[in-house]
DNA sequence: AGCGGAACCTGTCGGC
DNA sequence: TGCCGACAGGTTCCGC
């Protein structure tokens, strides 16, 4: 579900919502493979911690507590992230509730059991946030980075954009439509992606990112954000989820072909 | 190194 | 109506 605007959405909603607010109790409903190990541990080490602050690193969500520990969060296909006042049952996907002092609660929902719900003292001992890239938003985001690691690689530039080693944040949706912005065909290799195409591949994924996160990310199917409202920028994607459908620039079908066993939307016109 | 395939789960949709 | 396969915004593991 998530991609980098989507989890961005969510924790500056959630930040609002949570921080300065003490976790009284935690109740699992179902944990696997949603919380590992010893549930009655994620429950100790979690009561009585204060909220400082949520970021985001990728599409992974930190929430900062007091005393120092850090809850490390992945909503992967259908997680979400709810603040609500208490309901007197969870419903159908709750997985976990945290009960707040001020008498909210944060639930934690997610249809497939495919989120993650991880606790650590310090950051540094996460393998997951250990191997991410570059944030697409930062400095780090330049020419000389992807000519230096992916100038020489026989890889589809589709699976290189989708590599959270090299680039993370990015997903299925915001990759097919930098590409068709970009104007290159997704089963390029990436050594072949010249110095301009590389730029445009820099300029339109920062802008494209922003837009989104300017309209609270897209919402195809399920994604929500904490008070239950939709994104907006599924209504600016060009091509992703478009097949046979006019391409907005020259009115070829979009074609969807399959890469790494997941869709890429193209026009095979424009995208050469 | 990097690919394809399967796995983790549950739901929806389209075709027959 | 019912069944069956394909597909879903993500990641990880395994074998070649």
């Known amino acids: 579900m998530p991609e980098l605007p989507e989890v961005e959405t969510v924790v500056r909603e959630l930040r609002e919502e949570i921080c300065g607010d003490i976790i009284s109790s935690v109740e699992i409903f179902r944990s696997n493979p949603i919380v590992q190990g010893d549930l009655d541990m994620f429950q100790e080490q979690l009561c ?9 690193r990728a599409k992974y969500l930190i929430f900062n507590l007091e005393p120092k520990r850090y809850l490390v969060a992945h909503l ?10 208490p309901l007197p049952e969870p419903t159908k996907y709750n997985r976990v509730w945290f009960n707040l002092e001020s008498g909210r609660q944060m639930i934690f929902d997610d249809i497939r059991c495919f989120g993650t719900l991880e606790v650590y003292d310090d950051l540094a001992d996460s393998k997951s946030l250990q191997k991410l890239g570059i944030e697409p938003l930062s400095k780090a985001m330049t020419l000389g980075y992807f000519k230096k690691n992916l100038g020489s690689s026989k890889r589809e530039i589709k699976s290189v954009l989708l590599d959270q080693q090299i680039i993370a944040g990015l997903g299925n949706i915001y990759v097919s439509e930098i590409l068709f912005r970009s104007r290159i ?38 994604f929500r954000r904490v008070d239950d409202k939709t994104g907006a920028f599924q209504q600016f994607l060009q091509v992703y989820d478009k097949k046979e459908q006019p391409c907005t620039e020259c009115g070829t079908p979009i074609q969807r072909i399959v890469q790494q066993q997941r869709s890429t939307f193209f026009c095979p016109e424009c995208q050469r």
Do not use: C
């Not at 009585?48 to 985001?56: H, I, L, Q, S």
């Not at 065909?185 to 802008?207: M, V």
């Open 76 to 85: 992967r296909m259908t997680g979400k992230f709810i603040v609500s006042d």
């Open 48 to 56: 009585g911690r204060k909220f400082m602050d949520v970021r985001r």
């Open 185 to 222: 065909h997704p089963q390029r290799s990436a050594g072949s992606i010249n110095k301009r195409e590389w730029s445009l591949i820099i300029k339109y994924t920062k802008y494209i990112l922003q837009e989104a996160i300017k309209n609270n990310g897209t919402t195809i199917s399920d």
